[in-house]
């Protein structure tokens, strides 16, 4: 069962303690259903989890902390992002402790509607355990972006904390010569979590009892090389991290000696259909890597959603992917200078698959890889920070029907107004925005994007980096932020107690 599910019956529950006698309104007798649809309403906790971002001494790492304003939250209220215990801390004495939890943070999150940002640098910056209540929860995102000068992945690395979960699904991961993968767990809970690290590749599960009950303190952080877990070297991998008890935030770190490195985030739940929005339109190489983890096989149509509607790639019509089994396609320049997001769709009968897909700029030693996991739609709203002027290109992507979004640009960091810009996307088509900027904008700033009408819109933003001589890139997706929940109504009802 799903958290999600889970929180909502603990609503359910709550409303019925504070109503004394509470019951959901049932059918009257003529059969017709009087019950009023259920409320949403802003959520009032949110946790984020930021992974350690880097082990290179020239890592200089920006954090940004942006809550949009929600209507019908609660006024009071805040966030903050404290440091996770890694297993070095652990053995550290008690002084030594205190001394590192009375830090200043280094980001501090403020009142909703105002973005800030934070910096550290070097390879000691820890894992953030975040938590916002109020009027501060509804929405609130942090983005970790790391520049790395040099050695293996240097480039950009950007990551959008994410919030705790019990499962996660890691396709395109590697154990290949020249691949340093990590993967990075953080607990944000008062007791250990317990997880199971499974590895996939183009044959099945790899052999390793290593991943097995792996345990991540409480409040604590740990990271992993994948290579540690299998001798096996693939250039395809999927990671399962499974929670036996607990909960906690998950990522993968690729980094690659020629082509830079980024973080690849979990996919989107297996699903029948799916939606990986936004590939840079100058990439130079696209890898496709998908996995079904049930025991059926998956045939699926691949297609590119460009900005004059859905194509099929020439000699990639259809991918065949085996149970239990992971499969890598070289689709190359797929995108041949135009927008475009990949949308996978089932030849047949549905089966369950997660993808994501190894994007490259740049050519020879001026290369830089990222990753974009297949990813949920935008939804009611969805929100990215650490925009900077000039180097975010914002895509938009409606893969059935045609669709109205507005977009958002928050005041900046430093100062700035906000500006807003309303989008039609075409049926079966991906744009690249003109994105709003704020008006007399200091430092960065955050996009959110909202669904005005029409179908689902997937979304990603890509932020390109200050290096001149290196294509340095990071791509962000932008699913739904979840800011609010459905709560059923509930009115008191004395009659229970007479039946």
Same mark, same amino acid.
């Given at each position: 069962?799903? %958290?999600?599910?889970?929180?909502?019956?603990?609503?359910?529950?709550?409303?019925?303690?504070?109503?004394?006698?509470?019951a959901v +309104?049932?059918?009257?007798?003529?059969?017709?259903?009087? /019950?009023?649809?259920?409320?949403?309403?802003?959520?009032e906790?949110?946790?984020?989890?930021?992974?350690?971002?880097?082990?290179?001494?020239?890592?200089?790492? /920006?954090y940004? +902390?942006?809550?949009?304003?929600?209507k019908?939250a609660?006024e009071? @209220?805040?966030?903050?992002?404290?440091t996770?215990? +890694?297993a070095e801390?652990a053995?550290?004495?008690?002084?030594?402790?205190?001394?590192?939890?009375?830090e200043?943070?280094v980001?501090?999150p403020?009142?909703?509607?105002?973005?800030?940002?934070?910096?550290?640098?070097?390879?000691?910056?820890?894992?953030?355990?975040? *938590?916002a209540?109020?009027?501060s929860?509804?929405?609130?995102?942090?983005?970790?972006?790391?520049?790395?000068a040099?050695?293996?992945?240097?480039?950009?690395q950007?990551?959008?904390?994410?919030?705790?979960d019990t499962?996660?699904?890691f396709? @395109? $991961?590697s154990?290949?010569?020249g691949?340093?993968?990590y993967?990075?767990?953080? #607990?944000?809970? =008062?007791s250990?979590a317990?997880?199971?690290i499974?590895?996939?590749?183009?044959?099945g599960?790899?052999?390793?009892?290593?991943g097995?009950?792996?345990?991540?303190?409480?409040h604590?952080?740990?990271?992993?090389?994948l290579?540690?877990?299998?001798?096996?070297?693939q250039t395809?991998?999927?990671?399962?991290?499974?929670?036996?008890?607990?909960?906690?935030?998950?990522?993968?770190?690729?980094?690659?000696?020629?082509?830079?490195?980024d973080?690849l985030?979990?996919?989107?739940?297996?699903?029948? =259909?799916?939606?990986?929005?936004?590939?840079?339109?100058?990439?130079?190489?696209? %890898?496709?890597?998908?996995?079904t983890?049930?025991?059926?096989?998956?045939?699926?149509?691949?297609r590119?959603?460009?900005?004059s509607?859905?194509?099929?790639?020439?000699g990639?019509?259809?991918?065949?992917?085996?149970?239990?089994? *992971?499969?890598?396609?070289d689709?190359?320049?797929?995108?041949?200078?135009?927008?475009?997001?990949?949308?996978?769709?089932?030849?047949?009968?549905?089966?369950?698959?997660? $993808?994501?897909?190894?994007?490259?700029?740049?050519?020879?030693?001026?290369?830089?890889?990222?990753?974009?996991?297949a990813?949920d739609?935008?939804?009611?709203?969805a929100?990215?920070? =650490?925009n900077?002027?000039?180097?975010?290109?914002?895509?938009?992507?409606?893969?059935g029907?045609?669709a109205?979004?507005?977009v958002?640009?928050?005041a900046? *960091?430093?100062?700035?107004t906000?500006?807003?810009?309303?989008?039609t996307?075409?049926?079966?088509? *991906?744009? #690249?925005? =003109?994105?709003?900027?704020?008006?007399?904008?200091? @430092?960065?700033?955050?996009?959110?994007v909202?669904?005005?009408s @029409?179908?689902?819109v997937?979304?990603? %933003?890509t932020?390109?980096?200050?290096?001149?001589?290196?294509a340095?890139?990071?791509?962000?997706?932008?699913p739904d932020?979840?800011?609010?929940?459905?709560?059923p109504?509930a009115?008191?009802?004395?009659?229970?107690?007479?039946k």
């Open positions: 069962m799903k %958290r999600t599910t889970l929180s909502l019956i603990a609503c359910a529950t709550a409303l019925a303690a504070v109503t004394g006698f509470a +309104s049932a059918p009257d007798g003529s059969g017709t259903d009087t /019950a009023a649809p259920a409320a949403r309403l802003p959520v906790r949110t946790s984020l989890l930021c992974p350690a971002p880097s082990t290179s001494d020239l890592a200089e790492t /920006a940004t +902390s942006f809550t949009p304003v929600t019908g609660d009071k @209220g805040g966030a903050e992002l404290a996770a215990e +890694s801390d053995g550290k004495d008690q002084k030594d402790q205190k001394d590192q939890k009375d200043k943070p980001v501090q403020k009142a909703p509607g105002t973005p800030v940002a934070g910096e550290a640098t070097g390879a000691d910056t820890p894992a953030l355990i975040g *938590t209540e109020g009027g929860a509804p929405g609130w995102t942090v983005q970790q972006t790391t520049e790395v040099a050695g293996t992945g240097r480039g950009l950007g990551v959008n904390c994410t919030a705790p499962e996660f699904w396709p @395109g $991961a154990t290949a010569t691949r340093t993968d993967v990075h767990l953080t #607990n944000p809970d =008062d250990a317990v997880v199971d499974e590895l996939y590749g183009k044959d599960a790899l052999k390793s009892t290593v097995e009950g792996v345990t991540v303190p409480p604590g952080s740990e990271s992993l090389l290579a540690t877990l299998s001798d096996v070297k395809d991998l999927t990671v399962h991290v499974g929670v036996r008890s607990g909960r906690l935030g998950a990522a993968v770190q690729a980094l690659d000696d020629k082509t830079g490195g973080w985030t979990a996919a989107a739940d297996p699903a029948g =259909d799916l939606v990986l929005p936004g590939i840079p339109k100058d990439a130079t190489a696209v %890898r496709l890597v998908l996995f983890p049930g025991g059926t096989d998956a045939d699926l149509k691949v590119l959603a460009s900005p509607g859905l194509i099929t790639p020439a990639h019509e259809t991918v065949h992917v085996k149970a239990g089994m *992971t499969t890598g396609v689709l190359g320049e797929v995108t041949r200078g135009e927008a475009g997001s990949l949308v996978l769709t089932p030849t047949d009968r549905s089966v369950p698959v997660v $993808a994501a897909v190894r994007v490259v700029r740049g050519k020879g030693d001026e290369q830089e890889s990222a990753f974009i996991p990813a739609p935008v939804g009611a709203r929100t990215v920070a =650490d900077r002027a000039k180097s975010t290109t914002l895509a938009l992507s409606a893969p029907k045609a109205k979004v507005k958002t640009a928050s900046g *960091t430093e100062g700035g906000t500006a807003t810009k309303t989008y996307v075409g049926a079966g088509t *991906t744009q #690249n925005v =003109d994105a709003p900027v704020p008006a007399g904008l200091k @430092g960065s700033y955050a996009l959110t909202e669904t005005v @029409g179908g689902p997937h979304a990603s %933003r932020l390109t980096g200050s290096d001149d001589d290196v340095a890139f990071t791509v962000q997706t932008l932020d979840r800011g609010t929940v459905s709560v109504n009115d008191e009802d004395l009659s229970v107690l007479q």
